[in-house]
């Protein structure tokens, strides 16, 4: 089955700074990646997703990139802000059959 | 997302106990899922079910066993035989991708925070 890494686990910035989150992936049939971003004790809620036949997308400030034969995909958070600090999950899936990174947990210093 | 309601979204539970947690959507989605989330170790599927009368075992089924009636509804029990329950528990839906290359996101719960008394 599909496993999916993601680095670094803690990630600490400062206000403005940009975040960079990395995921690999193992399944090659993977086709779907989103983003989720879960703040402390809500439900994980979707940022960004890309597909396999696009290389990067962007939304305001926040971008993912795929490398589809590395089998990684990146988010990319610019202008860091407090409100970003929270835990990101990256997650790979096929067919309906997600699986999730152990997550990242982002602190914006002011 | 409003469409997904977990309940309760505190749960004791006592040794030898079963206990079941709920979970309903009206977003008219095909797929539902359940997660185990433990601290440091993000989302651990747990059962899904593409379609009413069917389900499939995730990657930590054991001690847990589900039901799919109803599209709207996908209960998740946790049997005494889950010997380690303590967690937080989320469901999520999404549309079924009819074609390859068509999945769709999932949309999460509030959760259910489980422990033992």
């Known amino acids: 089955g599909e496993n999916v890494e993601q680095h670094p686990s803690t990630l600490s910035v400062q206000e403005g700074d940009s975040a960079v989150i990395k995921c690999t992936y193992s399944?090659?049939?993977?086709?779907?990646f989103p983003w989720y971003k879960q703040e402390l004790g809500k439900r994980p809620q979707l940022i960004i997703d890309?597909?396999?036949?696009?290389g990067e997308k962007k939304d305001q400030r926040i971008a993912v990139t795929l490398n589809k034969t590395a089998k990684h995909f990146s988010l990319h958070i610019t202008e860091t802000q407090p409100e970003d600090s929270a835990v990101y999950f990256c997650?790979?899936?096929?067919?309906?059959?997600?699986?999730f990174g152990a997550g990242t947990r982002l602190t914006v210093k002011p | 997302d409003g469409g997904i309601t977990q309940s309760p979204k505190y749960l004791f539970r006592k040794e030898g106990q079963n206990v079941t947690l709920s979970c309903e959507q009206n977003?008219?989605?095909?797929?539902m899922y359940w997660y185990r989330q433990d601290p440091g170790q993000g989302l651990r599927l747990i059962y899904y079910s593409q379609i009413v009368n069917d389900f499939q075992k995730g990657d930590i089924a054991e001690g847990y066993s589900v039901s799919r009636e109803k599209k709207e509804s996908f209960p998740l029990t946790v049997t005494s035989a889950q010997k380690n329950p303590t967690a937080f528990y989320l469901c999520?839906?999404?549309?079924?991708?009819?074609?390859?290359?068509?999945?769709?996101?999932?949309?999460f719960g509030d959760g259910t925070r489980l422990s033992i008394l």
């Open positions: 997650a790979a899936s096929q067919l309906n059959d997600m699986r």
């Open positions: 399944d090659s049939a993977s086709n779907y």
């Open positions: 977003l008219n989605h095909d797929a």
């Open positions: 999520a839906s999404s549309i079924r991708p009819r074609v390859v290359f068509a999945d769709q996101p999932q949309h």
């Open positions: 890309i597909r396999s036949n696009v």
